[in-house]
């Protein structure tokens, strides 16, 4: 990766960071619009998020509203403002194919993926370099578990997602083998 590029991924993190995305979260439909939450701890670091999502209530599964409130680096923060941007108005399908996509690019290395896939994370691909810190991996991956567990308490998760499940609402983010 060239410098202009890494310095380039560095700003849209930092961004992200001082201007969240979805930071604040929404008051739950009490009207029974479909909604999950999820409350996800690093325990590696601290980092926490508490990510609330909205459903549409029309029998389709099209994420309405993601929002969210936490606290930790700014590659968590951050890549919880871009998840927010990614997944809001799709399915609940597509945002759980997006995570998976992201996840893959967390375990490149570095490497990034291939330039189709990029273009699906958009911003995303901005924490290629983070990729090669398995530390801080978690850091970028805790608003994604938070969303899979959110979708999965909102009925939405598909068939071909990992099964979520039932936890209390404070939970641990699982911890990765470095």
Avoid at 97 to 107: D, I
Avoid at 108 to 130: C, I, N, Y
Avoid at 139 to 146: F, P
Avoid at 152 to 162: C, Q, Y
């Amino acid at each position: 990766m060239t410098n202009q590029l890494e310095q380039l991924y560095q700003q849209v993190i930092l961004d992200h960071a001082r201007s969240a995305h979805g930071r604040g979260l929404a008051v739950a439909d009490a009207v029974g619009h479909p909604h999950g939450e999820s409350h996800q701890v690093n325990p590696t670091c601290g980092d926490e998020v508490t990510l609330r999502v909205a459903l549409s209530d029309d029998g389709a599964t099209t994420i309405e509203q993601v929002s969210w409130e936490g606290q930790g680096c700014s590659i968590s923060q951050a890549s919880l403002s871009v998840l927010t941007d990614l997944v809001s108005g799709r399915s609940a399908e597509d945002a759980e194919q997006l995570g998976e996509t992201f996840r893959a690019l967390m375990a490149s290395q570095g490497k990034g993926l291939d330039e189709s896939l990029e273009d699906e994370l958009g911003d995303a691909t901005a924490f290629t370099g983070v990729s090669q810190f398995p530390a801080r991996i978690k850091c970028a991956l805790l608003g994604w578990a938070a969303l899979r567990d959110a979708l999965a308490r909102a009925g939405a998760a598909s068939a071909t997602s990992t099964p979520v499940a039932p936890a209390p609402k404070t939970q641990d983010f699982p911890k990765e083998d470095a």
